[in-house]
C-alpha cells in the first residue's frame, strides 16, 4: 500500500492540538507530510507564540519541507485564493494526493478543477480517511501524545480525543467516534 502524501496549510498547522497531532500521525507513519516553507514562515510571522511548537517540527520534518520557485508558483491558477498557489505548487512539487486545509474556498477551488490530480480535504476528512486505512498508526499517534505531554499521568488516550473535539469542523464527531471505539476497552 503506498503511503497517503499530504501536503499541511498553515491553518492546519495553527491550532496546537489539531497541529500537534497531524505531526504525531505523521511520526508514526499514518501519512507522508509535506510542508511549504510559505506556510511554516506564515504560521511563525502571525502567530509568534506558536513558534517553539513550529521549530520543532522543523527539526522532526526537516526533509519534508518544500520551496516552491516563484515559476512554479505562478504556474497554479486559483482564481478565488490565488494567494495559496504556493500550497498547491508544493502539492505538485512532491505529488501529493491531498491538501489538508481549513480553506473552504481553496478546497472547493481544488476539488472543482480536473487538471489537478489530487483532492482537498478539511483537516477531520483527512483524519476520518487515515483512520480508516491506517488505525494502528492513528491510534499509536493518540498514546504517543497522552505520554509525551509534562505530566503523562494526567493525560490518557481519552483526554488527547477529547482535546480534539471541535465542533465547528463537520466531518469531527464521525473521526472522534473512530478514535473512541479505538480505545473501547483501554
Aim: charged fraction near 20%; charge should be negative; proline fraction near 4%.
Amino acid at each position: 500500500m503506498t503511503q497517503t502524501i499530504a501536503v499541511l496549510d498553515a491553518n492546519v498547522l495553527i491550532p496546537e492540538n489539531l497541529g500537534s497531532f497531524l505531526a504525531t500521525c505523521a511520526y508514526t507513519g499514518s501519512f507522508t507530510p509535506v510542508l511549504s516553507t510559505f506556510a511554516f514562515d506564515e504560521v511563525v510571522r502571525n502567530f509568534p507564540i506558536a513558534s517553539i511548537r513550529m521549530a520543532k517540527m522543523e527539526s522532526a520534518f526537516a526533509e519534508y519541507f518544500v520551496t516552491p520557485t516563484i515559476q512554479e508558483i505562478k504556474q497554479v491558477k486559483l482564481w478565488n485564493s490565488p494567494e495559496d498557489a504556493h500550497i498547491v505548487a508544493a502539492a505538485l512539487i512532491s505529488k501529493a494526493q491531498v491538501i489538508v486545509t481549513k480553506d473552504l474556498a481553496l478546497t472547493q477551488e481544488i476539488n472543482a478543477q480536473e487538471d489537478f490530480e489530487l483532492k482537498a480535504l478539511s483537516p477531520f476528512e483527512f483524519l476520518v480517511e487515515l483512520s480508516q486505512t491506517n488505525a494502528i498508526a492513528i491510534r499509536n499517534a493518540v498514546a504517543l501524545m497522552a505520554s509525551m505531554r509534562k505530566r503523562p499521568e494526567q493525560w490518557t488516550p481519552v483526554k488527547v480525543i477529547e482535546s480534539l473535539i471541535d465542533f465547528d469542523q463537520a466531518a469531527n464527531s464521525q473521526f472522534i467516534q473512530s478514535l473512541n471505539e479505538m480505545f473501547t476497552g483501554d
